[in-house]
């Protein structure tokens, strides 16, 4: 397709040798063979033998890209001034004892490469009619020994294209090869010889390279259009499998679940097989699955019980696909995925790829699902362009070596090309590692958009299943997905012009959303599972002083290793409400705890002033359903704020002016969180 493409869009006129027939030309990847090309080709020139003028091109397919068109290409050719002319390679395969024999090359590559040619079509005919070989026997060889023999190559007028002026071999020059953009497309520029190339072969282990540049030449990407290609062949909805891993604790799990139930694709399309390896995570997937079994058709479901390894199950799953005709696609998710586009299966199926993945990263970093660039021994290595795709500076649906966590496989494509390929089992690697090396050495694309906005990447290192709810502490390696669950909906409304979501039901009491509904009940159920509230009295160890001049019975956060991740919220959350109110003041806060008040055992709070600049005190569950009466009376307005609104906060003065008091709480259990900024 990507040869094709390019044979297109410079109006080539191609003829496709051996197109359906069955490869007996060895394996050329590993050592000599390729001569059932010549074959192919001595057929196919005795039908141009005659024509004087014809200008014949030989190249490879599947592994060729064309930068220019053939009104270039000819006028190079002409300027050789030769009959027929080889391209050229530092290396002389595959019979290095042939090196002394070649005419000398002082500036140059010295050696015939047989992945491509151009010449005359008697000259061509007149060579290609002397194989008499097998399929199996090398081509290279056989040029390399007609160009040595000076009769022949006096008598064919043949050269070598020593300076890549139309033939590129990527093997032992990558590091000649550069990518020069022009107005509206890209060309493949040799820096050694200065010149620009319009045959670009990825001959030997440079494929990868060759998928790079790619994605750039000749307009697959510009800086003036963007993606060139990524609206070419796209393609309708189908039935999948959707496996879902959960291989470690992962932070923000019930959410990944959940995602799924909102995908925009139709649900009884969809087969889930989960793999969850974490005795921790069991309750996650039974209530994810409890709630919206009725969406999907079918699950299978491996638990820890199983004891299936990471490779054993991917297998597992990919081979119910491959024996199932109807499987169109297949679809995997790592827990540690937060696919936040619902339109993501509808936007890889229609990209029309054999592989394909989203294009994810950590917030704020580069950590992304995918590698542009391999080291030789096969690991990550830094690509040129890598940082412009994370960062989205450049977007379009881009070839590369590797990817990871989250991608789309052509079911098609798992039955066929992939069908004898062991994809994640083998002996030393890692099931990722195995996954893109059988990929890439079956020759099949695998591609990365960035296209879309699909998510991020979510970070599972210390993440301390221990706790209640770990989430809670997720502030610092997470911040999207925590502010996402334990924000208020309508938090960032505060900070829009044409809304005012800032109250103030007394003079100087400023009343504002701060915490969702679900932060507010996971940090009650923490501190009432750590338990030690204090006694609400005057002696108090926790303090400097030892003393407590009104007391309450709380908790404070330090008790619950929660001190910094309270002052990362107060930070991000709470520092940007003050310096709407009180511009230039940059607040401290100290004093952080959750009060309990009971009718049995504190009810209320005597009139007093907080030892503070200002206070923060969070509503955390709900007047008149959790508790009856409770609210707050500042003295000196006559003010009552009697109804406070879960994760809702107030701000007011301290020490200073708001005299106030905590009014008696008649039923249930009132919590609220306060914080004394600046004490």
Same mark, same amino acid.
């Given at each position: ?24 030309? +060895? ?108 399929? *199996? ?19 064919? %007028?043949?050269?070598? *294209?020593?300076?890549?002026?139309? #033939? ?47 994605? !750039? ?70 209530? #994810? ?18 004891? =299936? ?14 024996? *199932?005709?109807?499987?169109? !696609?297949? $679809? ?41 660039? =391999? ?48 994809? !994640? ?29 699909? +998510? ?19 502030? $610092? ?8 669950? !334990? ?70 956060? %330090? ?24 511009? +230039? ?24 002033? *907080? ?50 008091? +905590? ?17």
């Amino acid at each position: 397709l990507r040869f094709m493409r390019t044979i297109r869009q410079f109006n080539y006129t191609v003829q496709v040798l051996g197109l359906g027939e069955e490869w007996k030309g +060895g394996d050329v990847a590993r050592t000599v063979g390729g001569g059932q090309k010549v074959r192919w080709l001595k057929k196919e020139v005795e039908k141009h033998k005659d024509k004087q003028n014809t200008v014949i091109m030989f190249v490879d397919s599947y592994d060729v890209i064309l930068a220019s068109g053939p009104e270039e290409l000819l006028k190079k050719f002409s300027r050789f001034s030769h009959r027929v002319v080889f391209s050229a390679e530092g290396f002389c395969w595959p019979d290095q004892r042939l090196s002394s024999k070649y005419p000398a090359v002082h500036h140059g590559k010295r050696y015939l490469n047989s992945g491509g040619f151009i010449g005359y079509a008697p000259e061509i005919h007149a060579i290609v009619k002397q194989w008499k070989h097998k399929d *199996d026997d090398d081509d290279q060889l056989f040029y390399t020994r007609i160009y040595l023999d000076k009769e022949q190559r006096r008598k064919f %007028n043949i050269t070598l *294209d020593h300076k890549s002026h139309i #033939f590129q071999n990527l093997n032992g020059a990558i590091e000649e090869v550069v990518l020069k953009f022009e107005k509206s497309r890209v060309r493949v520029r040799n820096v050694a010889y200065d010149t620009l190339p319009v045959v670009i072969h990825g001959n030997g282990p440079t494929k990868l390279q060759l998928n790079y540049l790619g994605n !750039y030449v000749p307009t697959a990407w510009t800086y003036e259009h963007g993606c060139g290609i990524c609206d070419d062949d796209l393609l309708d909805l189908s039935d999948e499998i959707v496996c879902l891993c959960v291989f470690q604790p992962t932070p923000f799990l019930e959410e990944f679940l959940e995602r799924l139930a909102t995908l925009n694709y139709p649900h009884t399309r969809i087969r889930l097989f989960i793999h969850n390896n974490v005795v921790y995570h069991e309750q996650h997937v039974e209530r #994810f699955w409890t709630r919206h079994r009725s969406l999907f058709p079918g699950v299978r479901t491996i638990g820890p019980e199983e004891n =299936l390894r990471q490779d054993q199950a991917r297998t597992m799953a990919v081979e119910a696909c491959k024996k *199932d005709v109807s499987c169109d !696609y297949f $679809f995997s998710i790592d827990s540690d995925v937060a696919l936040t586009n619902p339109d993501v299966l509808r936007i890889l199926i229609e990209e029309n790829k054999s592989v394909i993945a989203p294009m994810l990263s950590r917030h704020g970093k580069l950590w992304s699902n995918f590698w542009g660039a =391999l080291s030789p021994e096969g690991f990550y290595s830094r690509a040129e362009d890598y940082i412009d795709i994370v960062q989205s500076k450049r977007v379009g649906v881009w070839n590369v070596p590797y990817i990871t966590q989250v991608y789309l496989i052509r079911g098609e494509t798992l039955r066929s090309r992939l069908s004898a390929v062991s994809l !994640y089992q083998q002996e030393g690697m890692d099931p990722d590692m195995i996954f893109c090396k059988s990929v890439r050495e079956q020759g099949v694309f695998m591609f990365v958009s960035n296209r879309d906005e699909f +998510g991020r990447l979510v970070s599972s290192t210390s993440y301390n299943i221990s706790r209640l709810h770990p989430d809670m502490w997720q502030i $610092f390696n997470n911040p999207v997905d925590w502010r996402e669950k !334990y924000i208020h909906e309508n938090y960032s409304k505060i900070f829009e012009d044409d809304e005012n979501f800032i109250e103030q039901p007394c003079p100087d009491v400023y009343w504002f959303p701060a915490f969702s509904d679900r932060m507010c009940d996971e940090l009650v159920e923490t501190m009432e599972d750590f338990g030690g509230w204090s006694g609400g009295k005057h002696n108090d160890e926790r303090l400097s002083g030892g003393y407590e001049n009104v007391p309450t019975v709380d908790i404070h956060m %330090n008790q619950i290793q929660f001190e910094k991740e309270w002052l990362k919220f107060l930070k991000d959350y709470i520092v940007p409400v003050t310096e709407k109110l009180y511009p +230039g003041y940059s607040p401290r806060a100290v004093m952080n705890f959750v009060v309990r008040y009971r009718p049995d055992e504190q009810p209320s709070l005597r009139p007093h002033h *907080d030892s503070s600049t200002f206070t923060i005190n969070i509503a955390l569950n709900r007047k008149d359903i959790d508790y009856e009466g409770g609210g707050c009376r500042f003295l000196r307005y006559d003010c009552k704020v009697e109804s406070p609104r879960k994760g809702w906060s107030f701000m007011h003065p301290g020490r200073l002016t708001h005299y106030h008091e +905590g009014l008696p709480v008649t039923r249930g259990t009132r919590y609220i969180m306060v914080s004394f900024v600046d004490p």
